[in-house]
């Protein structure tokens, strides 16, 4: 199963973005399935992540401002970005967990300034 992320790009500090990530198959193959991030120079952090059973979990970053779900069809996860600071600013990669193998899929850039 392949993800392929998309709906980056540049939004002023307050604004909101919706990231997509399509897998080409069912994302209930995978174990969980979530987004990460990264910057230049820093490892990838942890976003966010939901289970097949609908259970999440955020890092405290970014409670309260960014939602994760996917759709019933069980093909898109996606990531609902609202009041976004300049500290959101990174690559976003959606991410699959299958037993102890991790996939990923192509990074998309958030870019948060005025």
């Known amino acids: 199963v392949q993800l392929q992320a998309s709906g980056g790009g540049l939004v002023q500090p307050g604004g909101s973005l919706r990231l997509s990530c399509q897998a080409s198959?069912?994302?209930?193959?995978?174990?969980?399935v979530g987004w990460y991030r990264q910057t230049p120079g820093k490892q990838r952090e942890l976003v966010a992540i939901i289970s097949n059973s609908g259970v999440t979990n955020y890092a405290d970053s970014v409670k309260g401002r960014l939602t994760i779900s996917r759709d019933i069809r069980d093909i898109m996860l996606y990531l609902q970005m609202n009041n976004l600071r300049p500290a959101d600013t990174a690559t976003y990669y959606c991410y699959g967990r299958k037993w102890v193998t991790d996939y990923w899929g192509q990074g998309t850039l958030v870019t948060v300034s005025s």
């Open positions: 198959g069912i994302l209930s193959f995978f174990d969980d």
